[in-house]
């Protein structure tokens, strides 16, 4: 019997400041908290948990790897992020002009400074409102 990995169970991100980051997750992104023990946090993100934990290096770091959150309607996304105080790095644009549709993202940092996307798999030719 082979092993097949396809599936990923939980993804962790070292942050500074656990509170800032809990809150950031659960109010701005809207994630789902599953629980909290002392300074580990665990979000639900569509069956895979996000396991958020406080760094014990000094001085902190970020250096996760970017988690890109999928989005139907980007720019739905960035307008609604930005009202509760997300600031993104950039405005949407098209990553890769697929065979079959195209990919778009934008990008935006936790309280961490972390770097999280949002990415959009679109129609061709889709160009995003601004």
């Known amino acids: 019997m082979a092993v097949g990995l396809n599936q990923l169970g939980q993804v962790s991100l070292a942050v500074d400041d656990v ?8 109010q701005k992104l809207g994630l789902t908290k599953l629980y909290r023990f002392g300074d580990l946090v ?15 290096s000094q001085p902190f770091v970020p250096n996760g790897s970017v988690l890109y959150f999928r989005t139907p309607d980007i720019t739905l996304a960035v307008r609604e992020l930005e009202a509760k105080g997300v600031s993104f790095i950039d405005k949407p644009h098209l990553i890769a002009p697929m065979e079959d549709h195209d990919l778009w993202m934008t990008f935006f940092k936790d309280p961490a400074g972390n770097t999280l ?14």
Do not use: H, T
Not at 19 to 26: I, L, M, N, W
Not at 42 to 56: N, P
Not at 117 to 130: N, T, V
């Open 19 to 26: 509170d800032a980051a809990a809150e950031f997750y659960g």
């Open 42 to 56: 665990f979000f639900d993100c569509a069956g895979v948990r996000l396991f958020l934990e406080k760094s014990r």
């Open 117 to 130: 996307a949002l990415m959009q798999e679109a129609p061709k030719g889709y160009k995003p409102l601004s």
